[in-house]
């Protein structure tokens, strides 16, 4: 048996180590040392704001949650012993340099630091390099690496699963397994789209998110398989604001989640800005202030971290390399019927029974939004930033299925509902059947994607589509910005 007040705990921890690694093992000494004291003690604060009143989760649903974690964590490529998509070539390369070079990683034959968000990978490259005493290969260690980040991915879906027996009060495991199996197969009507535009835009073979030309929402199984390093983060901080809903430790946990998905960061900051100015409204705004949004976790959060990583990432030599507003790129009632399908219908089932909720309102303005911006050329800040939002969405349709059997209320929307829910099911099931379709065609299982190998290059030829990607894991510039001069441990 596990207590629930656990999972907050333990919640915390994943999404805090890979930051707590990188401040340790990349900057310089003394701000190490420093930024280090910090987070231990707004980890000690957080400790203790906890929440008490959670469930007992029995043996048995750990043991479910634990083998659908491992299941869909395999079959989303993680860990190198499945097929894997094409984003892959990336993250192979990524891990790589982080268990072969010293940190920070510097490359001398693309003359540039590593700039990504790479800190899913640092505790399972971390755990790798304990054995390079050993004197093994590269390959070997590199395998070692993928048996650690296979098991890291998969506590963390696991987390993320117990995490829906405290947001549903699930009483059973039949319940747990449904829940499950919704989250995994929620997604928007994608099937619909891409049967009407058949003949539209597709670089994916058998992807079918991508109907709607230059956006995307993408599934919950779509994201994992293709970027489970922002998924699974973005996933818990989605569960510890819907769970926990704890203030004082808002501005503590953005960081971690910056770090670690930039992007889906966005979302999950616009759903905790939302449900502080919330509860401000109905406040002593005074005790508020100084008791909820000035926490000691808040302010060492705010003021300490978040400078840090900024300060990392604003070196990336890719930024913002577009900007324009949907007009420019796609058609108004395009858009709209994007929209109908992607989250309108959901919406409009739901609307009635939570109208009030902050969490709710919050997730379908979020969604109407993130596709008027075009930020970058593959217009990742529509598929990424929108991902807290898809993920508070699905979990108010399974709320609203478990009220509806329970109470015996809203019979036909809730058959309305199911019947979208198995038409939305077809993108994630196509995300499956790809990966046993080619596995089967090539008679092989670890049909794994790694032509880069390494981001040690001048020049980094894309797979397949073949232009330059270096810029996006790259500070070209590095040697006058304020992190690479003065905070940044040197080799």
């Not at 207590?3 to 190490?32: C, E, R, V």
């Not at 978040?306 to 790129?329: A, E, K, W």
């Not at 969490?359 to 990424?384: E, G």
């Not at 190998?453 to 500070?475: C, K, W």
């Amino acid at each position: 048996m596990l207590k629930g007040l656990n999972i907050y705990k333990a919640t915390y921890i994943y999404l805090s180590l890979p930051l707590f690694i990188f401040l340790l093992t990349w900057l310089d000494y003394a701000f190490s040392l420093l930024t280090c004291v910090l987070f231990l003690s707004g980890l000690y604060q957080l400790w203790k704001t906890s929440d008490k009143n959670l469930p007992i989760i029995t043996g048995k649903a750990l043991f479910l949650a634990g083998i659908s974690a491992l299941l869909w964590c395999f079959f989303a490529g993680i860990g190198y012993f499945y097929y894997q998509s094409f984003d892959y070539h990336f993250r192979n390369a990524v891990f790589r340099d982080l268990i072969d070079y010293e940190w920070p990683v510097m490359y001398d034959k693309a003359h540039t630091p590593m700039v990504y968000y790479m800190g899913f990978w640092l505790f399972p490259a971390l755990m790798t390099k304990l054995f390079s005493f050993l004197s093994l290969s590269k390959d070997t260690l590199f395998l070692i690496g993928n048996i650690w980040l296979f098991l890291y991915a998969v506590i963390g879906v696991f987390l993320i699963f117990m995490h829906m027996v405290i947001a549903f009060h699930l009483k059973n495991n039949h319940q747990l397994l449904a829940s499950i199996l919704i989250f995994i197969l929620f997604s928007g009507l994608d099937i619909i789209g891409y049967l009407f535009f058949q003949g539209g835009f597709q670089p994916f073979a058998y992807h079918l998110d991508w109907w709607a030309a230059f956006i995307q929402y993408s599934s919950l199984t779509t994201s994992i398989f293709w970027v489970f390093n922002q998924f699974i983060p973005a996933t818990l901080a989605i569960m510890l604001i819907y769970n926990e809903h704890n203030i004082k430790t808002f501005g503590y946990l953005l960081p971690f989640v910056l770090f670690l998905a930039p992007y889906p960061a966005i979302g999950v900051g616009i759903f905790m800005i939302a449900y502080t100015l919330q509860q401000f409204m109905h406040s002593d705004k005074k005790n508020f202030i100084f008791n909820k949004i000035f926490s000691i976790p808040n302010i060492i959060g705010i003021f300490g971290f978040l400078p840090v990583i900024m300060l990392y990432f604003t070196t990336n030599s890719s930024g913002i390399d577009r900007f324009s507003f949907f007009t420019d790129f796609i058609d108004v009632w395009y858009l709209l019927l994007f929209m109908l399908l992607e989250f309108l219908l959901f919406a409009g089932i739901l609307f009635k029974s939570y109208k009030n909720n902050i969490f709710f309102v919050t997730a379908i303005i979020s969604l109407f939004i993130f596709p008027l911006f075009r930020l970058d050329q593959q217009n990742n800040f529509c598929m990424r930033a929108s991902m807290p939002a898809l993920i508070m969405l699905s979990l108010f349709v399974i709320r609203f299925l478990f009220e509806s059997f329970r109470e015996n209320k809203n019979k036909f929307l809730r058959e309305v509902l199911l019947i979208l829910l198995l038409l939305g099911s077809a993108t994630p099931m196509m995300e499956f059947y790809r990966g046993f379709y080619y596995t089967i065609e090539a008679r092989k299982v670890n049909l794994v994607k790694d032509d880069i190998h390494t981001l040690n290059q001048p020049y980094i030829r894309m797979p397949e589509f073949g232009y330059d990607v270096n810029h996006q894991f790259t500070a070209q510039n590095y040697q006058n910005d304020i992190f690479w001069q003065y905070l940044a441990k040197k080799h």
